[in-house]
Nanobody, 124 residues
Framework: QVQLVESGGGLVQAGGSLRLSCAASGRTFSGYATGWFRQAPGKEREFVAHISWSGGSRYYAASVRGRFTISRDNAKNTVYLQMNSLKPEDTAVYYC?????????????????WGQGTQVTVSS
């Protein structure tokens, strides 16, 4: 069992930056890839970014490519999402999740473990 805890959300003005963290406890991240998803009110949860266990492979949704960067520190069992040039449409609850898949996967059903989410609000 893997427990994931997100942190780093908050309120920021458009154009600003935030860095989200996803810390794992219990069984470690070992061998698991990690993804970030987000869910805005009234909308389905959508894929944001994915990083392989080694960190050598990263994949982004088109809507965030060039603005967001996913990274990981396996020594700290933590995955990060650096979000720059934030827009009001980035407002959502952000979730991290782990998957045993070795290729980039973008569907929520491909992920085994989920955190509780952290709210990101971008004001215009």
């Amino acid at each position: 069992q893997v427990q994931l805890v997100e942190s780093g959300g908050g309120l920021v003005q458009a154009g600003g930056s935030l860095r989200l963290s996803c810390a794992a406890s219990g069984r470690t991240f070992s061998g698991y890839a990690t993804g970030w998803f987000r869910q805005a009110p009234g909308k389905e949860r959508e894929f944001v970014a994915h990083i392989s266990w080694s960190g050598g492979s990263r994949y982004y949704a088109a809507s965030v490519r060039g603005r967001f960067t996913i990274s990981r520190d396996n020594a700290k069992n933590t995955v990060y999402l650096q979000m720059n040039s934030l827009k009001p449409e980035d407002t959502a609850v952000y979730y991290c999740a782990s998957t045993a898949h070795t290729i980039a996967v973008v569907h929520t059903t491909d992920y085994n473990y989920w955190g509780q989410g952290t709210q990101v609000t971008v004001s215009s």
